[in-house]
């Protein structure tokens, strides 16, 4: 059974940084591209970043690009976001997302982390 | 960047009844498309993908249609169980991979 756990959100001023985590564990993590999804209070999703099985390509939605860094670590089937210079409009629910085989769809999601960004 | 515009934003149905969702892409995605529901307080759930092929479990009375620029989800048969907000995403090759906005389905 594909599990996806995320840590690491919780409150922060604006301008300040979070690392969030998620360990995956019942597929081949190695094999799999992975992407983070956030849904602030009472929103839709919003596709935030993915990244390739590898590690070699990354991609980042514009709100977001040049602030936050995805990465992998497939020795540890983990799956990092680094978020610098937070803004309040980051606040939300990030989900950690499974993504297919077959395209850049989400075939299984974690729990999510509440991020916070507030004074 | 491609935009995806869902209508109607909410719908309010009877049991029974057939519900149809629609989005539709700013430029065509050819079917590089899904749809997902999310229950109330709970995580989203892939549906369908590739415009039309329902993913395993799914029920049947859920099917997806549509190419290019326009797509539809049909709920053939509205049950209880189905009040949620149902999302189309696009995952053509180029990024961002955008969601539409939401349709909230809630039972009259």
């Known amino acids: 059974e594909v599990q996806l756990l995320e840590s690491g959100g919780g409150l922060e001023q604006p301008g300040g940084s979070l690392r969030l985590s998620c360990a995956a564990s019942?597929?081949?993590?190695?094999?799999?591209?992975m992407s983070w999804v956030r849904q602030a209070p009472g929103k839709g999703l919003e596709w935030v970043s993915a990244?390739?099985?590898?590690?070699?390509?990354?991609y980042y939605a514009d709100s977001v690009k040049g602030r936050f860094t995805v990465s992998r670590d497939n020795s540890k089937n983990t799956l990092s976001l680094q978020m610098d210079s937070l803004r309040a409009e980051d606040t939300a629910v990030y989900f950690c997302?499974?993504?297919?085989?077959?395209?850049?769809?989400?075939?299984?999601w974690g729990q999510g982390t509440l991020v916070t960004v507030s004074s | 960047d491609i935009q995806m515009t869902q209508s109607p934003s909410s719908l309010s149905a009877s049991v029974g009844d057939r519900v149809t969702i629609t989005c539709r892409a700013s430029q065509g995605i050819s079917n590089y498309l899904a749809w997902y529901q999310q229950k109330p307080g709970k995580v989203p759930k892939l549906l369908i993908y590739?415009?039309?092929t329902l993913e395993s479990g799914v029920p049947s009375r859920f099917s997806g249609s549509g190419s290019g620029t326009d797509f539809t989800l049909t709920i053939s048969s509205l049950q209880p169980e189905d009040v949620a907000t149902f999302y189309c995403?696009?995952?053509?090759?180029?990024?961002?991979?955008?969601f539409g906005q939401g349709t909230k389905v809630e039972i009259k």
């Open positions: 990244i390739s099985d590898s590690g070699g390509s990354t």
């Open positions: 019942g597929f081949t993590f190695s094999s799999y591209a």
């Open positions: 997302a499974k993504v297919a085989s077959s395209g850049w769809y989400v075939t299984n």
């Open positions: 995403q696009k995952y053509n090759s180029a990024p961002p991979w955008t």
């Open positions: 590739a415009a039309s």
